[in-house]
């Protein structure tokens, strides 16, 4: 039996890496192919039934190459979606265009916003260019000033519950949402070479992420929570800092980008932590109704008994299927509110231009914040 070099093993493992990678941009651009021929025809980009058929002989085969299905299945939902991505953009984007898409978001480089835009735009033909702003506020005005063509901004988290800031700009400005991200959240502690945990005096983070992380932060009754605009500004102002008594909740990724360390990972409330973020625009885009799409509404009701059951019932009388209700207080009017709504759906479908006249006479005022794909990432199993 010959005995082969690590280095020779080596360099096999990387001979083929080459084949899968090449395997992979021969599957996207076959992905590409498909939804050229789907184009002409009635065929939805998302095929249920066929993803589960897939996923199912692809674990299968993997098991009697003596994989373990689960990583087989983990795998390939990464593939799918990285395919429906694709479709997405190609039915969004049909034409070529070679002028850079500058895309905004609040923090820097390592933020949670910053990690959502390049996944979001991360398949797209046309050059991205990503710029930071300190707030939600400047990077809405950046869309609304014309220097930036998207914008990405969090909404709402599976654990901590919704962004209350973003709504209510939402409704001042007259801005389009036109696409939609999930990121599984990964909170880490991080802190100096040299710090500890039992060390630290004062958690630097943003109020969402000190809120998702309430639990862990609660045995830490030696360190203060101190509030910061973003997550990655807070492992920046640690680095600045210089002391092992200070740390930050952010992502492993951004205490790379800073030089720190981490201290304790997976320290959320709640194992599965998803931020939803919004796409935003200073226009509508059309959404192809190939894609699987979704509404999002805001409308103020009479300040009457019913009022708002009324306005449920318009859209559960066209068989609309609500994913997300939220109210918030309606500027300078005490005691009054405005009602933010996602609805599944296509704008231009006879069941929702119902819906949308219903409301039209049943409420004060009704405007719809965008129709956009749905985000083809599934939640983890």
Partial sequence: MTTRSLADLRQSLDDLDKVIL????ERARLARDI????????NPVRDDEREA?????????????????????????????DSVRRQQDWLH???????????????????YGHQAARQHFGVTRRSVLFKAYRSFRETLEAVQEGHVQRAVLPIENSTAGSVYEVYDLLFRMNLSIVGEEIVEIQHCLLGLPGATVDGLRRIHSHPQALAQ????????????????ANTALAAARVAELADVHQGAIASEDAGERFGLMVLRRDIANQAVNLTRFVVV?????ECDPLVEAKVSLVFGTRHERGALVRCLNVLANEALNLTKLESRPR???????????DVEGHLAEPR??????GLASTTQSVRVLGCYPVCPRKPPL
């Avoid at 090449?22 to 941009?25: R, S, T």
């Avoid at 049909?94 to 898409?101: C, F, H, K, N, Y």
């Avoid at 625009?281 to 885009?285: G, I, Q, V, W, Y």
């Avoid at 005691?335 to 709504?341: I, R, T």
Wanted: with cysteine; glycine share 10%.
């Fill in 22 to 25: 090449n395997a992979l941009g």
């Fill in 35 to 42: 939804i050229q021929v789907k184009a002409g025809g009635d």
């Fill in 53 to 81: 058929a897939l996923l199912q002989h692809r674990s299968s085969y993997g098991e009697r190459l003596g994989l373990d299905p689960a990583f087989v299945r983990r795998v390939y939902r990464e593939i799918l979606e």
């Fill in 93 to 111: 984007q049909p034409e070529s265009d070679d002028r850079p898409l500058v895309v905004g978001f609040q923090g820097t480089e390592g933020a």
């Fill in 213 to 228: 992380c309430s639990e862990f932060l609660a045995e830490l009754k030696q360190a203060e929570p101190e509030a910061a």
């Fill in 281 to 285: 625009s200073a226009t509508p885009l």
């Fill in 331 to 341: 500027p300078g009017m005490a005691w009054e509110y405005v009602f933010y709504v």
């Fill in 352 to 357: 929702m231009q119902a819906a949308l006249a």
